[in-house]
């Protein structure tokens, strides 16, 4: 090839980059500004607040010394140390689980979040007297 024209090929290769760079940043440059006020209203938008806060919530971080004995199940979806353990932060954490939503369907048997999955029962201190074999599946 000429050295006349590969400088003309190069010249124009390189004018067809600046072009397509060009476009490319207009067009990211007008998407992004269509989406920003959609952004900006979602981000001004509190989320809702639940009217009240889940019952067991009031005990809060609560360290229970004695649990009562874990539901039998004679095939457990885990392993008994990670069954055991969930059912621990569950009696020791029901100002967290009392938010969590369940996604089984358990809520049409009265289930109100993740706490009743696990636990029955409290005592007036809040300590665990009997449990929810449902969270064993």
Known sequence: ????????????????????????????????????????????????????????????????????PLPYDPTPARPPDVVRAAYTFAAEHP????????????ERSGHRGNDDCFVSRRDANGDVTDWEPHGMT
Do not use: N, W
């Open 95 to 106: 100002e967290i689980l009392g938010y969590v939503p369940c996604y089984c369907g358990c």
């Open 1 to 68: 090839m000429p050295e006349e024209g590969r400088r003309s090929f190069t010249t124009l290769l390189t004018v067809a980059i600046i072009v397509i760079a060009a476009i490319v940043g207009v067009y990211v440059a007008t998407r992004s500004a269509q989406t920003e006020p959609a952004a900006t209203q979602t981000a001004a938008t509190p989320p809702p607040v639940p009217d009240a806060p889940p019952p067991m919530a009031k005990y809060g971080p609560h360290k229970q010394d004695r649990l009562p």
